[in-house]
């Protein structure tokens, strides 16, 4: 078998692995909402959107779309529960 077909067979494999060997560290994404367009961003394990119900929940739909398409890459986001004093 030639390089480059062990290449490709080689980069199938890691593909098919994909949940033990990838490991995403950061990334920026625009999402098209249905609404409106929005910035999704993840980084060192946190996640981010200029959405306003994030703003409220620490997640939202936009960053749970990009979890589902990640899979195991990523830590899922916390959801944020107020303290009722």
């Not at 993840?42 to 990640?70: K, N, P, Q």
């Not at 944020?80 to 004093?85: D, G, N, T």
Request: hydrophobic share 40%; charged share 25%; aromatic share 6%.
């Amino acid at each position: 078998m030639d390089s480059a077909a062990s290449r490709i067979l080689k980069a199938r494999q890691y593909a098919m692995e994909r949940d033990q060997r990838v490991r995403v560290h950061s990334f920026e994404v625009e999402l098209h909402g249905e609404n409106a367009n929005h910035k999704v961003s993840y980084e060192d394990s946190t996640w981010h959107c200029d959405c306003e119900e994030f703003g409220l929940r620490g997640v939202c739909s936009h960053v749970m779309a990009m979890e589902e398409i990640l899979g195991e890459s990523v830590e899922p986001a916390q959801l944020v529960v107020p303290l009722v004093p």
